[in-house]
């Protein structure tokens, strides 16, 4: 499986911002698919998963602002970042089990 990020972009403080990643291969085997992201100079950090069935767990530094989705039948996740914040400034990346995409850079000025 490979994966493919985009989306990613420029925005100010309270702006919004749709990730998507796509699969080369089927992720509907895969039950755990989520976004991560690195901040200049930390640490890769979780972000969000959502399972087969739907149920979706979340940072605590993004919850209620940020959704998951998954669509198995076109093979994508979706990252729906909404009132984004100077800190979310960070590459995301799309990942499943072992398999990791390439990162999209995600910049919000204040």
């Known amino acids: 499986v490979q994966l493919q990020a985009s989306g990613g972009g420029s925005v100010q403080a309270g702006g919004s911002l749709r990730l998507s990643c796509a699969a080369s291969?089927?992720?509907?085997?895969?039950?755990?698919v989520g976004w991560y992201r690195q901040a200049p100079g930390k640490e890769r950090e979780f972000v969000a998963t959502v399972t087969n069935g739907g149920t979706t767990v979340y940072a605590d530094s993004v919850k209620g602002r940020f959704t998951i989705s998954r669509d198995n039948a076109k093979n994508t996740v979706t990252l729906q970042m909404n009132s984004l914040k100077p800190e979310d400034t960070a590459v995301y990346y799309c990942n499943a089990r072992a398999f990791w995409g390439q990162g999209t850079l995600v910049t919000v000025s204040s």
């Open positions: 291969g089927s992720i509907f085997r895969i039950n755990v």
